[in-house]
């Protein structure tokens, strides 16, 4: 695996390889996270500076959303004992539940009060399905080894994979399971697909897995599975022997899009496997070409091109025209360091930025108004995400050593973040005292809250941040054990933080009364000899 | 102020009344009762009663079973003691000697349990219901095994009563705490003992003790040994369980039972910034308050909801007096701690009627760390002492030797009365009502304080003073023993200003 996917894993695990929020991190992974060279051909990116000096660009997409977070329930798993918690966030009632011997953290539907546990010392996976009353588990044999599940939108399917994870030789390269959930008629249906399959995408209408592979792209048919034994899945491919690099799949389903080498995007129509190749020396001809970020727009009309060399953001159109460089738009951002580029899900906004130290500042683009905004900040950037609404970008810093002493100094070598409004431009910067992580956020604009954790255990900084998105006043909520995981409740209005602690112990936070209420010592009672 | 009184007394031989008086005891273990003193000579297995009157004292001799004794003081009451003997393993020639536990007060032996077998040591819980034995001795032994004496009741088949530990991993019986009677929903009632071992806790219906026991581990980790409880109080139906070197307090929740066993349990934690040393349950709010201290921070936990607040506190503190009464510019009668240790300060903390709330806190800086303090939160005292530079002595079982009194702290007024003594004196003791403080110096010297009034008497008795011991009963009397080991006193009245009376060796 290539470039910023790469740098994902390692940075932070292969569930983070999930779409949606879009936040772009930078640095943060010590020697052993460098990026790769998009194009992965000559390892000349990571670590390395480009021709002006500066130091790489680093995109990681991440989408925070923790792992076993349900409807009402939290999933937590003990495995040790192989049991999972299941914690109702409504009353705080806690039941416990046996799965595999071994298992791995489980994994929840969004949405739904149903989690996924997988096993590693077991040939089973067990299904949790919590009701009114009590959870119940299924547990059904696999062959294969797995460890990731990606579940399909509307509920129907799971998908069950073995993908990357750092630090971990692979055994299983080509058997997938997609587990069909209807409920009392739960089955697993094994798929051969194309080798080493890193990530799955699905239709909106849940009809189609749509599993990226080293190989292309590999589809399963949701609605004709058979009703016994196995499949092999199509694959389709791009039609070049090069080495894929990062690949995305539209919102829709109808294309992958893939970088290939310094400058080439090649587009998969996945409805019938024909590929369209843009290059963008097409249009660039001058100067060492250096292309750090490709991103689909939400309603996968574009792609997004940031062409950090050129200071240039090019606009790519999505479909047999994409070969035609008469057609791409071409956004000249001179004198504004960019090298990423977020995108809102809503579609309006785009940020684009650099991760270099020293600067400081932002470029907000309005897509429907074609302007754009430089909005200046106090420090470097680190990380970027926007909210789903599209209202407020939230901005991770990074601490860079001045050895000075006056304001700016000071400020600069503190951690922080800023929070933005995106309409307006007003940013405020909070310093904190620990490394804002980039998976211990929420940024939720339903309950009109950012919930962001802070965790150095070096310093016993232990703490969730309450910010008021119509005020952006912010609250300090003190944590008595290191958080590992911040999620919501919406319909219940809370917030949860899950929190390192033998035992367990999570802290729920109710946003409409500021009060906390923690649960802790529920994993002991699954050790419990009766 | 009394005016000083010289007196010299010549030694006076009361020997009156003394049935068993003329054994001479090695006695290895000496303990206060209600206006009398126990002394235990475990090689000849006699406790001795001494009773001091007015004018006179007498002995009773209690027969002990075999084997090295111990002296458990009654924690309620401290008129009665416990003798605990070892007992001893058989031989060719000899039948074993159980374990026994004799119930003594001032009037002689109460009652007598013999256990069924040998157990190397003996606890007391603090409600002073129940002595359990453990630590097996033989030539084989079940280590998993303890038993329990409820010592309300006779001795019977059923008492002492045998508990077994689940034993998970080879761990044996450390410690154990017991619950009163709780109403069950049975009708009856339940009465649980909690043994501990590393990394476990199980608990017994000690009214069904053929029920196995639940067995709680003090950590998720299947791979490791969890830390060990130490420290466990039973709240109504919970359980707070303070672990060895751990952030959190366990928190086990009584439930209705199904089947056989009558209850069952769910577990919480309380967790706290560091690791918790101590721990005091207060029940003076609207629910009940967990006090945890982890040497900088004092946390305070509602028990029922699990919310918690905290404050720095400095370093060393390690006591905590509750008391309730004003403060200095907050003349509402509320509930207040204060905060005491090896630090030059107090620490007061004003509390409110919910658990969590902390109307304010302050500092009472001092002149040097205190090495032991007497409290008495009825009236609102600490009596602060300093070290000497020696230790309290053999037989010194009220620590009267080595310390001095340095300032008695007015917990309303959080101010203080400095106390200044010669450099003679190393001895000092306070009644048991906590009214009245004795101190001891070289040539027979003693002063009496009347903490209240500041009132002096001094007296010379006619040989040094050893050791102090206050008595137990309404007398407030105290013995100035002159030896201790073969108890040799001099009896200190507290009240009026008769000459103190030099008493020869009683045992």
Redesign the interface.
Same mark, same amino acid.
């Given at each position: 695996m290539d470039g910023p996917l790469r740098a994902l894993f390692l940075c932070a695990g292969p569930r983070a390889v999930l779409p949606a929020l879009a936040l772009v991190l930078a640095a943060g992974c010590g020697a052993g996270g460098a990026p790769a060279p998009w194009n992965g051909s000559d390892g000349g990116f990571a670590g390395s500076r480009d021709a002006g000096g500066r130091p790489p660009e680093v995109e990681v997409d991440v989408r925070f959303e923790p792992p076993a977070v349900g409807l009402s329930v939290l999933y937590a798993t003990?495995a &040790?004992?192989g049991r999972v918690a299941v914690i109702h966030a409504d009353d705080f009632s806690?039941e416990t539940v046996k799965v595999g011997d071994q298992p791995l953290p489980a994994v929840a539907a969004p949405g739904r009060d149903l989690a996924i546990s997988l096993d590693r010392g077991s040939s089973t996976v067990s299904l949790l399905r919590t009701g009114a009353e009590s959870t119940t588990v299924t547990a059904l044999p696999i062959t294969h080894d797995v460890s990731a599940v990606a579940f399909d939108p509307t509920g129907g399917y799971a998908v069950l994979f073995e993908g990357p994870r750092p630090g971990i030789v692979r055994r299983n390269f080509h058997d997938i399971s997609v587990l069909d959930l209807t409920e009392g008629s739960e089955r697993l249906v094994r798929v051969v697909v194309g080798y080493g399959p890193s990530r799955v995408y699905f239709d909106p209408l849940g009809h189609r897995a749509i599993v990226v592979t080293e190989d292309g792209i590999s589809q399963i048919d949701l609605r004709t599975l058979p009703a016994e034994g196995l499949l092999r899945a199509p694959l389709l491919g791009f039609e070049t022997t090069e080495p894929i690099g990062e690949t995305q799949v539209d919102r829709s389903g109808t294309y992958a899009l893939a970088r290939f080498g310094d400058s080439q995007l090649r587009l998969l129509d996945l409805r019938d496997g024909s590929v369209v190749t843009a290059n963008l020396a097409d249009i660039i001809a001058e100067g060492e070409l250096e292309v750090t970020d490709v991103d689909i727009t939400p309603d996968g009309t574009e792609a997004m091109v940031v062409v950090r060399s050129h200071e240039l953001i090019v606009r790519v159109p999505l479909g047999p025209e994409m070969a035609n460089a008469g057609g791409w738009r071409a956004l000249q951002l001179s004198g504004q360091a960019i090298g990423s580029i977020v995108l809102s899900d809503a579609g309006r906004y785009a940020i684009a930025y650099t991760t270099t130290p020293g600067i400081e500042a932002i470029t907000v683009l309005d897509l429907e108004l074609d302007e754009q905004r430089r909005v200046v900040l106090r420090k470097s950037v680190r990380a970027v995400a926007i909210s789903a609404d599209g209202r407020f970008a939230l901005v991770l810093h990074q601490a860079v050593e001045t050895g000075g002493t006056s304001e700016d100094d000071l400020v600069d070598e503190a951690q922080g973040y800023s929070l933005v409004d995106l309409e307006t431009g007003f940013s405020r910067l909070m310093l904190v005292d620990a490394e804002p992580r980039s998976d211990a956020f929420v940024l939720d604009t339903t309950s009109e809250h950012l919930f962001l954790a802070l965790r150095d255990d070096a310093h =016993?900084v *232990?703490e969730l941040q309450v910010v008021d998105l119509a005020t952006f006043a912010i609250d300090r909520v003190p944590l008595?054990?290191p958080p590992t995981t911040v999620g919501i409740f919406p319909a219940l209005e809370r917030a949860f933080i899950g929190?390192e =602690?033998? &035992? &367990?112990?999570v802290t729920f936070y109710l946003w409409g009364t500021g009060e906390?209420?923690?649960?802790?010592?529920?994993?002991? =009672?699954? *050790?419990?000899?009766? | 102020m009394k005016t000083r009184a010289l007196a010299h007394v010549s030694l006076l031989c009361l020997c009156v009344g003394i049935a068993a008086g003329c054994t001479r005891l090695r006695v290895g273990h000496l303990a206060p009762l209600e206006d009398a003193v126990v002394a235990v000579d475990d090689q000849l297995g006699i406790a001795r009663i001494v009773r001091v009157e007015a004018t006179t004292v007498e002995s009773e001799d209690v027969a002990l079973s075999e084997g090295p004794a111990t002296v458990l003081a009654h924690p309620t009451d401290p008129g009665a003691v416990f003798v605990y003997t070892l007992g001893r393993i058989g031989s060719a020639d000899e039948e074993p000697v159980p374990s026994e536990l004799v119930a003594i007060d001032r009037t002689g032996e109460q009652r007598r349990w013999a256990f069924s077998g040998q157990f190397g040591s003996a606890e007391i819980s603090s409600d002073g219901r129940y002595v359990i034995a453990r630590s097996a001795f033989g030539r084989l032994v079940v280590e998993n095994r303890v038993e329990i004496v409820d010592t309300t009741l006779p001795a019977s088949e059923t008492n002492p009563v045998a508990l077994s530990l689940r034993s998970l991993g080879g761990e044996t019986p450390t410690a154990a705490a017991f619950s009163a009677p709780l109403p069950w929903s049975d009708g009856g009632s339940l009465r649980l003992a909690a043994l501990f071992a590393a990394g476990q806790l199980s608990l017994f219906d000690l009214d069904h003790p053929e029920v196995a026991p639940i067995t709680i581990p003090t950590t998720t980790d299947p791979t490791v040994v969890g830390p060990q409880p130490v420290e466990g109080v039973f709240v109504g139906s919970e359980l707070v369980i303070r672990t060895d070197n751990s952030r959190q307090l366990l928190v086990v929740a009584l439930g209705e039972g199904g089947g056989e066993r009558r209850f069952d349990v769910s577990v919480r934690t309380l967790a706290a910034a560091g690791a918790i040393g101590r721990m005091w349950i207060d029940e003076r709010g609207s629910s009940t308050r967990v006090i945890a201290s982890t040497g900088v921070a004092l946390h305070l936990f509602d028990l029922e909801t699990g919310i918690e607040t905290s404050l720095a506190t400095p370093h060393g503190y390690h006591e905590v007096v509750f008391f309730e009464g004003p403060a200095p510019g907050d003349p509402t009668v509320r509930p207040r701690l204060v905060l005491h240790g090896y630090a030059p300060s107090l620490m007061f903390v004003d509390l409110g009627d919910e658990p969590t709330d902390v109307v304010g806190s302050s500092l009472l800086p001092l002149t040097s760390s205190p090495v032991s303090v007497i409290a008495d939160p009825a009236r609102g005292r600490l009596v602060l002492f300093d070290s000497t530079g020696q230790g309290p002595g053999y037989l010194d079982v009220a620590e009267s030797r080595g310390r001095r009194p340095s300032s008695v702290i007015d917990l309303f007024d959080r101010s203080a009365i400095a106390l200044g003594t010669s450099g003679d004196i190393d001895t000092t003791a306070v009644t048991n009502e906590n009214g009245t403080m004795w101190i001891a110096g070289r040539q027979g010297y003693v002063a009496r304080f009347d903490l209240d009034t500041q009132e002096r008497f001094e007296a010379w008795l006619s040989s040094d003073v050893e050791t102090l011991l206050p008595l137990h009963g309404e007398s407030r009397r105290v013995l100035a023993f002159h030896s201790v080991a073969t108890g040799s006193f001099s009896i200190l009245e507290v009240t009026g200003d008769e000459t103190p009376r030099l008493i020869g060796a009683q045992y």
């Amino acid at each position: 695996m290539d470039g910023p996917l790469r740098a994902l894993f390692l940075c932070a695990g292969p569930r983070a390889v999930l779409p949606a929020l879009a936040l772009v991190l930078a640095a943060g992974c010590g020697a052993g996270g460098a990026p790769a060279p998009w194009n992965g051909s000559d390892g000349g990116f990571a670590g390395s500076r480009d021709a002006g000096g500066r130091p790489p660009e680093v995109e990681v997409d991440v989408r925070f959303e923790p792992p076993a977070v349900g409807l009402s329930v939290l999933y937590a798993t003990n495995a &040790g004992s192989g049991r999972v918690a299941v914690i109702h966030a409504d009353d705080f009632s806690i039941e416990t539940v046996k799965v595999g011997d071994q298992p791995l953290p489980a994994v929840a539907a969004p949405g739904r009060d149903l989690a996924i546990s997988l096993d590693r010392g077991s040939s089973t996976v067990s299904l949790l399905r919590t009701g009114a009353e009590s959870t119940t588990v299924t547990a059904l044999p696999i062959t294969h080894d797995v460890s990731a599940v990606a579940f399909d939108p509307t509920g129907g399917y799971a998908v069950l994979f073995e993908g990357p994870r750092p630090g971990i030789v692979r055994r299983n390269f080509h058997d997938i399971s997609v587990l069909d959930l209807t409920e009392g008629s739960e089955r697993l249906v094994r798929v051969v697909v194309g080798y080493g399959p890193s990530r799955v995408y699905f239709d909106p209408l849940g009809h189609r897995a749509i599993v990226v592979t080293e190989d292309g792209i590999s589809q399963i048919d949701l609605r004709t599975l058979p009703a016994e034994g196995l499949l092999r899945a199509p694959l389709l491919g791009f039609e070049t022997t090069e080495p894929i690099g990062e690949t995305q799949v539209d919102r829709s389903g109808t294309y992958a899009l893939a970088r290939f080498g310094d400058s080439q995007l090649r587009l998969l129509d996945l409805r019938d496997g024909s590929v369209v190749t843009a290059n963008l020396a097409d249009i660039i001809a001058e100067g060492e070409l250096e292309v750090t970020d490709v991103d689909i727009t939400p309603d996968g009309t574009e792609a997004m091109v940031v062409v950090r060399s050129h200071e240039l953001i090019v606009r790519v159109p999505l479909g047999p025209e994409m070969a035609n460089a008469g057609g791409w738009r071409a956004l000249q951002l001179s004198g504004q360091a960019i090298g990423s580029i977020v995108l809102s899900d809503a579609g309006r906004y785009a940020i684009a930025y650099t991760t270099t130290p020293g600067i400081e500042a932002i470029t907000v683009l309005d897509l429907e108004l074609d302007e754009q905004r430089r909005v200046v900040l106090r420090k470097s950037v680190r990380a970027v995400a926007i909210s789903a609404d599209g209202r407020f970008a939230l901005v991770l810093h990074q601490a860079v050593e001045t050895g000075g002493t006056s304001e700016d100094d000071l400020v600069d070598e503190a951690q922080g973040y800023s929070l933005v409004d995106l309409e307006t431009g007003f940013s405020r910067l909070m310093l904190v005292d620990a490394e804002p992580r980039s998976d211990a956020f929420v940024l939720d604009t339903t309950s009109e809250h950012l919930f962001l954790a802070l965790r150095d255990d070096a310093h =016993a900084v *232990r703490e969730l941040q309450v910010v008021d998105l119509a005020t952006f006043a912010i609250d300090r909520v003190p944590l008595l054990a290191p958080p590992t995981t911040v999620g919501i409740f919406p319909a219940l209005e809370r917030a949860f933080i899950g929190q390192e =602690a033998d &035992g &367990g112990r999570v802290t729920f936070y109710l946003w409409g009364t500021g009060e906390t209420h923690t649960v802790a010592g529920f994993e002991l =009672a699954a *050790r419990i000899r009766r | 102020m009394k005016t000083r009184a010289l007196a010299h007394v010549s030694l006076l031989c009361l020997c009156v009344g003394i049935a068993a008086g003329c054994t001479r005891l090695r006695v290895g273990h000496l303990a206060p009762l209600e206006d009398a003193v126990v002394a235990v000579d475990d090689q000849l297995g006699i406790a001795r009663i001494v009773r001091v009157e007015a004018t006179t004292v007498e002995s009773e001799d209690v027969a002990l079973s075999e084997g090295p004794a111990t002296v458990l003081a009654h924690p309620t009451d401290p008129g009665a003691v416990f003798v605990y003997t070892l007992g001893r393993i058989g031989s060719a020639d000899e039948e074993p000697v159980p374990s026994e536990l004799v119930a003594i007060d001032r009037t002689g032996e109460q009652r007598r349990w013999a256990f069924s077998g040998q157990f190397g040591s003996a606890e007391i819980s603090s409600d002073g219901r129940y002595v359990i034995a453990r630590s097996a001795f033989g030539r084989l032994v079940v280590e998993n095994r303890v038993e329990i004496v409820d010592t309300t009741l006779p001795a019977s088949e059923t008492n002492p009563v045998a508990l077994s530990l689940r034993s998970l991993g080879g761990e044996t019986p450390t410690a154990a705490a017991f619950s009163a009677p709780l109403p069950w929903s049975d009708g009856g009632s339940l009465r649980l003992a909690a043994l501990f071992a590393a990394g476990q806790l199980s608990l017994f219906d000690l009214d069904h003790p053929e029920v196995a026991p639940i067995t709680i581990p003090t950590t998720t980790d299947p791979t490791v040994v969890g830390p060990q409880p130490v420290e466990g109080v039973f709240v109504g139906s919970e359980l707070v369980i303070r672990t060895d070197n751990s952030r959190q307090l366990l928190v086990v929740a009584l439930g209705e039972g199904g089947g056989e066993r009558r209850f069952d349990v769910s577990v919480r934690t309380l967790a706290a910034a560091g690791a918790i040393g101590r721990m005091w349950i207060d029940e003076r709010g609207s629910s009940t308050r967990v006090i945890a201290s982890t040497g900088v921070a004092l946390h305070l936990f509602d028990l029922e909801t699990g919310i918690e607040t905290s404050l720095a506190t400095p370093h060393g503190y390690h006591e905590v007096v509750f008391f309730e009464g004003p403060a200095p510019g907050d003349p509402t009668v509320r509930p207040r701690l204060v905060l005491h240790g090896y630090a030059p300060s107090l620490m007061f903390v004003d509390l409110g009627d919910e658990p969590t709330d902390v109307v304010g806190s302050s500092l009472l800086p001092l002149t040097s760390s205190p090495v032991s303090v007497i409290a008495d939160p009825a009236r609102g005292r600490l009596v602060l002492f300093d070290s000497t530079g020696q230790g309290p002595g053999y037989l010194d079982v009220a620590e009267s030797r080595g310390r001095r009194p340095s300032s008695v702290i007015d917990l309303f007024d959080r101010s203080a009365i400095a106390l200044g003594t010669s450099g003679d004196i190393d001895t000092t003791a306070v009644t048991n009502e906590n009214g009245t403080m004795w101190i001891a110096g070289r040539q027979g010297y003693v002063a009496r304080f009347d903490l209240d009034t500041q009132e002096r008497f001094e007296a010379w008795l006619s040989s040094d003073v050893e050791t102090l011991l206050p008595l137990h009963g309404e007398s407030r009397r105290v013995l100035a023993f002159h030896s201790v080991a073969t108890g040799s006193f001099s009896i200190l009245e507290v009240t009026g200003d008769e000459t103190p009376r030099l008493i020869g060796a009683q045992y």
